[in-house]
């Protein structure tokens, strides 16, 4: 869609289809086999053991037979936009300046869908690289309202993913996420306090304050996208999309008292 060779600023074209400045620009950074393997290993421990740090992780994986440093581990968190979700100094991901909301679902009663949205991203991983994934979620509902695939964590993918779930379901009470720089950055946060929603975000390290949205990764990571090999973005962005689809429609979720068709 981006004509290089066009009269028209690459720029220019990027504002007219939509589309970040940073993405026409992106240039995926050659992985090693080695690492992209230790990335998928990491993320899987993560899921298991959400409290892991770089230290953690690096004694988990010696048992393993895994040698690696403990710097290069957290350089490939960093990378994957993963966290030890414990209490701990110096673990915000969040970017200097940007504003940080209260949390606001504290002994909050959550009993009806539209009251609560969940935000999150996660990193998937492809048979070559990755790819990340952004989700809104009804927390009453467990109801994926929108979701989308991106090969970078930018704010206007944030932004583009919760304006479709606005344009299809309404606006929620409460917009909840976690403090990643792009849901503090003002292209998200302005978007969300432009439809009288009210924002709230994670404090930081606090698993259990997006704990919806974990269980979501679980899922679709467990049952879909680690028994898969995606050779594409394409692939992943298809793929990811038919298992929403059946999530949504399909799959039994537990101890839930409210179903999908009140949406």
């Known amino acids: 869609m981006i004509d290089r060779n066009h009269a028209l600023p690459v720029v220019r074209q990027a504002e007219l289809l939509g589309i970040s400045r940073g993405a026409v620009y992106y240039l995926p950074r050659p992985i090693s086999e080695a690492d992209e393997a230790l990335m998928h290993r990491i993320d899987e421990l993560h899921l298991e053991h959400p409290f892991m740090g770089a230290r953690m992780l690096r004694r988990q994986l010696a048992r393993e037979g895994v040698q690696v440093g403990r710097r290069h581990i957290g350089t490939l968190m960093q990378r994957m936009g993963i966290q030890a979700l414990a209490p701990q100094p110096g673990t915000s991901q969040r970017a200097p300046g940007h504003k940080i909301y209260p949390y606001l679902l504290r002994k909050l009663a959550v009993c009806r869908s539209n009251q609560v949205w969940a935000l999150d991203t996660t990193y ?123 999530y949504n429609a399909g799959r039994a979720h537990s101890s839930l008292q409210f179903t999908h068709d009140e949406h």
């Open 124 to 246: 998937i991983p492809m048979a070559r690289g990755f790819v990340y994934l952004t989700c809104v979620v009804d927390v009453a509902s467990r109801c994926v309202l929108a979701h989308k695939v991106a090969i970078t964590l930018e704010a206007c993918h944030a932004r583009e993913v919760i304006e479709q779930a606005f344009a299809r379901w309404g606006t929620p009470e409460i917009v909840n996420t976690d403090q990643g720089s792009q849901f503090t950055a003002t292209e998200f946060t302005d978007a969300v306090l432009a439809q009288g929603c009210q924002l709230s975000m994670d404090g930081c390290g606090a698993w259990r304050d997006n704990v919806f949205v974990e269980r979501l990764w679980r899922s679709v990571k467990y049952e879909r996208v680690y028994l898969k090999a995606y050779d594409s973005v394409s692939a992943a962005r298809a793929d990811i999309a038919d298992y929403v689809g059946w």
